[in-house]
């Protein structure tokens, strides 16, 4: 029976990408997420889900260290990305997140064309010797985030100017051409249609071959539908983390059941 | 599950489906006690409605099936809901099963009324169709108050229906080598025995539904089995 689940077997195999031991958050004095140990997998997809101010998002935010804005906001305990601690001070915040790349829930394209929307983090990061090569990641990130078709004959166009959907996809494509390693995902598809976010999620899944990709969503259907595995958090615990289809079949946590199920609790 | 959805609609139809499933059961079971006590009592007007009230099994398990499918696409169903949901239609189709072998008891026993009757046997598949009618019971109860604990009792006693199987079909063996003039009536006979030795492996698989429902896993399949007659030879050896 066991070899017949292909997609938990394909995860088992998954080398950890990043490991986090016993990370704490404050903001203030409020303490935001609390002893949080997990190991995220390469080539994976790994959905985050939780009520409202559980702690996802903030947890997310520590990967690539965009917690380190908020004045406010203190974070404990290791996070190791290739067994390396990113919040050591020799990291230069610039440089993670060149290689921890990050796609919001509302679509942020710059106010550039759709060229430079994508050519900006090969440009700063100087991945780019010449404009031929430049040329060529615009494309293939372009085509990796399914937008070329669409977007080939109107590259010097506004990035503003295309619908949320392609402006979605046109972020992703911008998070990519630096060649992240993880990509992290906040509710992508919470202001887009359902045609858009089945070809967002599309393209996640077909992302997962290249690297391990977080993402924090508040439809537990997409959670099911994209992820390969699944941290529940509440009250700023990690309350469970597992295999997606065990998440959404046999729960151990009677916490996540009634999440998951949309359960009064 | 104790706790409510949020949405309260969604109990609604959780329990409307287990509901249907529950008053199914109950049809189920009368339907076995009546055939039982047709053929004991030779009473082919009991048979007759056996055969008729049939219908109205089938009917409630097609029910069942559209209300449960419409469930899934409509709710979404996870975890313990959705156990709920696939346990449903699986007890409801083992129920309509044991449904159509009631129905088929009722029809030899019309059959073997116009026959002589073999002494002892009418009692026999009676009682045995008792046991089982007790193992279905006591399934359904589990199910209601997910108590996987009853669940495996009744999967534990199917062996005893076994064992009453097997000593039916020597008997009938022997009725048939004494005289083949019972030869008909006794493979009317052994078919019901066979037939309700079946319904005991349906409220088995009720059972690990309910095992299932409860913890989330399908029990080991390694309950004890006491059907033997498979593999007796030529002469009853």
Sequence with gaps: ????????????????????????????DSHAIKDVDIDIADRTVTAFIGPSGCGKSTFLRCLNRMNDTIPACRVEGDILLDGEDIYDKRVDPVQLRARVGMVFQKPNPFPKSIYENVAYGPKIHGLARNKAELDEIVESSLRRAALWNEAKDRLSAPGTGLSGGQQQRLCIARAIATSPEVLLMDEPCSALDPIATAQVEELIDELRAQFSVVIVTHSMQQAARVSQRTAFFHLGNLVEYGETGQIFTNPRDPRTESYITGRIG | MESQHIMRAFDRDLEGIQAMVMRMGGMVEAAILEAGQALEARDDELAEKVRMGDKAIDALEEKIGEEASRLIALRAPTAGDLRIVLSVMKIAASLERVGDYAKNMAKRANVLGQMTAIPGAGGSLRRMSKTVVQMLSDALDAYNTRDAALAEDVRNRDREVDQMYNALFREFLTHMMEDPRNITACMHLHFIAKNIERMGDHATTIAEQVIYLVTGVMPEENRPKAETVTAIGVGGK
């Design chain 1, 1 to 28: 029976m066991d070899d017949m689940r292909l997609a938990d077997s394909a995860v088992k195999a998954a080398e950890t990408k990043i490991a986090a031991r016993k990370v704490q958050v404050f903001y203030g």
